[in-house]
């Protein structure tokens, strides 16, 4: 593998093949063929072990043209690429995405809501400056709205919130008031339960750290630049006592003054920055309270709770006093202290913080503010940041850490929400107001680790989920995480590459099931819909959804070169790889219903090159309906196929309609509603043993209910036969052959395979035994090919996977599987297993009612037939009758 080869690369190796090549040049030639590659790569990288196959196989995929040399630029325009696409990949494995737009519910009165918490199961609290208090299930279904600040006398005056905070561990709701209040609810039924009064100030900001079994920090940071801690041991017998108080307005009161008094009460307040606080946290992993704020000198600190001198001292000094009742009338000293500086870590930030978060996993501390930049810390040192995350186009209002996926999410005052990946310091996804549906001014914003969303408050209530990774069950494997639209098998490289609905091409080691390599984002992250080989298996062609054929380098995913229309763009069904006498052509066909033709010009200068003008037959007398495939039969027949059921059999050296062909429906099929007659996948068929067709030459194409048509096109361009050749009726989605043109494989909508020998065909047969089948995907199946010389069938499924199976349907193994295989020593296969979500999906069971069709043994021809070289030979075994058997094994 050319892969070893790569890894032993570092830039003095670089130097020596860079040296090396220059010596060619001096000589004259400014490139080297094979031969001279494989010497100079083992001389310069010291790999005299190294096997030629590695290093042939390395200059093949340089040499993606077959020109037979290489030069020192093309060499290296193979590794940026290869490495680029490397790098890509393992960002494209921390993809995170938001399900776009936002889930909203519109906000009945125009009153800000001061903050937004979720409690451990989910359920979301909000508080409106009002004091109205909203509890909503995760998808914003409201439980319960109650107005806690009109309870008491009517008389008296009005009253708003500044922060709220859950107390879940002892079921409260904490509540800071204007009024230099902090007041407790009861959660389950916000009835008032007790409250501190008579605050030196208000309020801002509230935090709660419950750092025991019994013991909880109250944190909050005010108007003066204070952070004010009160820390209450035996909180609940402490918070029972205060709930016994007199009540003031409905509310069990305590002053602070008093509160203090309580021998399990702490109060410690200190006096930290020069203007207000944007925001202050107690961690308990840190043992700190972090503030921040606006003003430079002293925009975030990072300080302990009590001094690192004489706390416990002091501690003692203030229970013994207590108990011993000598000085009950202390007077509260609300003159804030100054930490030590040993005892803080100060961060001096251009233009303040306005947010922050701190996460010991990966020792980071993250600030933003006004300045739109996300700086990244390591909390124990304040001189220079990190890293900086640059993106956002305004102030930043949120920022959460998510320590296990290590990814930061931030949010600012425009409604943008980004994902930022930890270790690359990149941005991973980014949900703009336009996608989302969030506009307006955010007051509030929280993230709920419970059921992985984000909850925003501006304009209205809404809520971004997180796309969740479907988790598989153990024994499944899959090859993409996204539907695979294509795959097929280059006999040039031994590698398989496959195409998925999320734009990522993968290429895979044929003997081994090993993935080599990856790229994506090949159709700006539309779906490839179709691919194929050039005639030497070199390069790569592929279309897509968004109008576009690409052509590939596929062992380094460099694009190079873009065909596509000059007019509006529709969606590429099917394309080839053709020769026309000398020259090659590049086919497409799609939606746009016509036949687009580019020259393979591979040195052309130009990236994007234009189709070649239209066929007039093809402008005037073309297809009606998309255009679904397209099969050429050398030299001079190609045929189109479209979803009408029409198939037009063109001359592609003269552009002209040699025939057309209409699908014919069964009598038992004339009056189905709803009928599909569309014809997904033709193939010519050119043998001469074949019966009943003077030509040998015979076009089969896919019909309706399952079945499969067999045309005459070069003798009266008649219908030769139909038969059903899909044993439940489902459609035919695709047709593939071996090399000498004997045996037909057959692909099924549910998944099924079965094979054909078309030698015993004969005109008016209606079910013509079929030589084996078996059930390779649990969904439609979307490639299939066979690989003659090594007597293998390989097939790709909308399930996400990529499967290998031997000539009798046994299973070898799903492309991506933890286990490697060889393709030519049967003990390394899967079989006598089969994929597990195929031996539990309900059609795979003899008895469902959908494939409770009778079936005779005549059926199956168990007989194994005489094979030529290079011939997929019989029987195979059909799941169908060996289930039982399997589930005995299990």
Known sequence: ??????????????????????????????????????????????????????????????????????????????????????????????????????????????????????????????????????????????????????????SRKSKWASDFILMTEFNKLMIGTGDREIQLYELSTLEPYCQINALETVPLTLDFGCTGPDKCY??????EGCVTIIIISSVGDTLRLWNKLPEIENMPNIAIDDAVLFPNVTFVRWKVHQDWITQAKYFHSFQAVVSSSKEESTSLVIGRVLPLTDAEQQLDDIREACYEGKTKKIQLSWTPQLRASCDQTVFNISKGVKTFDLCQKHSLLVTGGMDRLIRMWNPHFSGKPNGILKGHSAPITYLHIIPENGQIFSVSIDCTVKIWD???????????????????????????????????????????????????????????????????????????????????????????????????????????????FDAKGRRLITGGRDGCVKIWNFNNGQCLKTLRKDD????????????????????????????????????????????????????????KEDILCVAQCPPSLLATSSYDGEIIVWNVISGRIRCRLVSPLLAEHQ?????????????????????????ATALLSAGAMGCIN???????????????????????????????????????????????????????????????????????????????????????????????????????????????????????????????????????????????????????????????KGELKSPIIPYRYNIHSVWDLS
């Not at 998925?500 to 994506?520: I, M």
């Open 1 to 154: 593998m050319n892969c070893l080869i790569d890894e032993t690369i570092s830039l003095d190796n670089l130097q020596k093949l860079k040296l090396a090549f220059k010596e060619f040049e001096r000589g004259g030639s400014r490139s080297i063929d094979a031969k001279c590659f494989g010497r100079i790569v083992k001389k310069c990288l010291g790999l005299p072990k190294t096997s030629n196959a590695q290093i042939q196989g390395l200059f093949k995929k340089i040499d993606f043209l077959g020109q037979g040399q290489i030069s020192w630029g093309e060499f290296c325009t193979h590794m940026m690429h290869e490495y680029k696409e490397k790098q890509e990949t393992v960002r494209r494995s921390k993809q995170v995405a938001f399900t776009l737009p936002a889930s909203m519910k519109t906000l009945c009165h125009g009153i800000p809501i001061v903050n937004i918490h979720s409690s451990h199961d989910g359920t979301i609290v909000t508080v409106r400056e009002d004091g109205v208090v909203c509890c909503c299930s995760p998808e914003l279904k409201p439980l319960k709205t109650k107005h806690l600040f009109n309870e008491g006398p009517a």
């Open 218 to 223: 109250i944190v909050y940071g005010d108007t």
């Open 422 to 532: 930890i270790q690359d310091q990149c941005c991973l996804f980014t949900a703009d107001s336009q996608a989302s549906g969030i506009h307006g001014d955010i007051s509030a914003c929280s993230y709920s680790s419970a059921v992985k969303s984000f909850y925003f408050a501006a304009d209205c209530i809404a809520v971004l989920s997180l796309k969740i990774r479907p988790r598989l069950h153990s024994r499944l494997t899959v090859s993409h995480d996204e539907t695979v639209m294509c795959c097929g098998y280059s006999e040039e490289f031994r590698q398989v590459v496959s195409c998925s609905e999320g734009s990522v091409v993968k290429v895979w080691d044929f003997d081994t099931g090993r993935q080599l390599f990856e790229f994506g984002g090949t159709h700006d992250q539309s779906a490839i819909t179709c691919m194929a």
């Open 568 to 623: 509006e763009c529709h969606e590429v069904c099917d394309c080839i790889f053709l020769q026309v006498h000398r020259t090659f052509y590049v086919m497409s066909v799609g939606r746009d219903r016509k036949i687009d033709i580019y020259p393979d010009i591979p040195e052309g200068l130009h990236h994007v090159q234009r189709p070649q003008p239209s066929w007039q037959d093809d402008l005037k007398s073309g297809h």
């Open 671 to 695: 009056n189905v509603e709803g009928l599909d007659t569309s014809v997904p996948s033709i193939i010519f068929f050119k043998n001469s043993k074949l019966q009943h067709f003077s030509s």
């Open 710 to 868: 067999i045309w005459n096109v070069l003798s009266g361009s008649k219908l030769a036969g139909s038969f059903k050749a899909s044993k439940f009726q489902q459609k035919i989605t695709k047709l593939a052959k071996t090399a000498k043109d004997t045996l037909l494989y057959a692909a099924d909508r549910i998944g099924y395979i079965y094979v054909y020998n078309m030698e015993k065909f004969t005109a008016g047969q209606k079910s013509p035994r079929a030589e084996g089948f078996w059930r390779a995907h649990t969904s439609r199946i979307t490639g299939l090919q066979i690989v003659d010389n090594d007597q293998v069938v390989l097939t790709s499924s909308t399930d996400y996977t990529v499967r290998l199976w031997s000539a009798h349907g046994e299973y070898i193994g799903t492309f991506g599987q933890s286990e490697s295989w060889s393709v030519h020593i049967s003990s390394s296969w899967k079989h006598p297993a089969v994929p597990y979500e195929v031996l539990i999906d309900p059609l795979s069971m003899p008895h469902h009612e959908i494939l409770n069709v009778k079936i005779s043994s005549d059926d199956i021809d168990t007989d194994k037939t005489g094979a030529h």
